[in-house]
């Protein structure tokens, strides 16, 4: 009998521990509201989204719908992410991709560091591989062809030269990395500092096993001798050094520019859209 109860004790510890972790892992969904694919379309970009939400960690969510509720693609692709609360598990965020057939339009929006991976220049990429499908019809392939280049993006990493602009108070933030000359040094610094703790404490113990003495009394002397400082000659070169202009809101060469605004909700968001 205390058997039986101990194994259950442990059976309901263990359920609780999966639906713990359920709980905290991210999401891949699928929202056919404008009914645009079958049963294997669904099935397959299901069993897509899901693959990549457990890959990255992050929300993968897509979205169809024929009736936008007055929005416009951007703002209902934002409300849709925040209102079923997407980008809140995992590693709180996401990127919800959307074919909405009211506007007629394909769009995107990210969430959390989503919106460092998917800057302006690959949004615009993202909508032209999306675009192909969504202009023919070919809703299936427009999804498909969308999550592959998220995957890439994601697969790539964060864009050297990435930064965030804000389209609504036109603050810029840029993302602090280290390079590998900062790496490096660290390394050595560190190399640095515990070889010398390694010698002092050595030096230490082979004191106390010697217990030798410097007589420094009998061998030790200061020989002082007359030093004077003359001045010469003075060298002074000036160069012009040109200023380096912050990229403004129409972004840099890099590309490396996100747009960010702030939804309904009041949480931030990227994202774009395109009419089809």
């Not at 991976?117 to 299936?140: H, N, V």
């Not at 000659?233 to 912050?246: D, L, Y």
Request: hydrophobic share 35%; glycine share 10%; charged share 25%.
């Amino acid at each position: 009998m205390r058997k039986k109860k101990t194994a259950g004790f442990l059976m309901g510890l263990l359920t609780l521990a999966l639906t713990a972790v359920a709980a905290w892992a991210a999401s891949g969904d699928l929202y056919d509201q404008a009914d645009l694919f079958n049963s294997l379309e669904e099935e397959g970009l299901q069993e897509e989204v899901q693959q990549l939400s457990d890959k990255w960690q992050r929300d993968f969510v897509l979205v169809t719908t024929g009736d936008a509720q007055g929005k416009t693609s951007q703002e209902y692709a934002d409300d849709f992410f925040d209102d079923h609360g997407y980008g809140t598990t995992g590693k709180n965020s996401g990127v919800l991709l959307l074919v909405d057939m009211d506007n007629r339009e394909i769009a995107y929006s990210a969430y959390g560091d989503m919106m460092l991976y998917l800057t302006d220049q690959r949004g615009e990429q993202l909508l032209d591989a999306g675009y192909e499908g969504a202009s023919r019809g070919d809703y299936y392939t427009c999804f498909r062809s969308m999550l592959s280049s998220v995957n890439s993006y994601l697969t790539s990493g964060v864009p050297d030269d990435q930064y965030t602009y804000d389209a609504e108070t036109g603050k810029l933030v840029r993302q602090r990395r280290i390079t590998w000359v900062e790496a490096l040094i660290a390394v050595a610094a560190a190399a640095a500092v515990s070889s010398c703790s390694m010698l002092v404490i050595r030096r230490q113990h082979r004191l106390k096993d010697n217990l030798y003495q410097y007589p420094f009394r009998v061998l030790g002397h200061v020989a002082l001798s007359r030093r004077e400082d003359q001045f010469r000659n003075q060298f002074v070169t000036t160069r012009r050094i040109p200023c380096k202009r912050g990229p403004g809101p129409g972004g840099g060469p890099g590309g490396g520019r996100t747009t960010v605004h702030t939804s309904s909700s009041g949480r931030v968001h990227s994202g774009g859209s395109r009419k089809f």
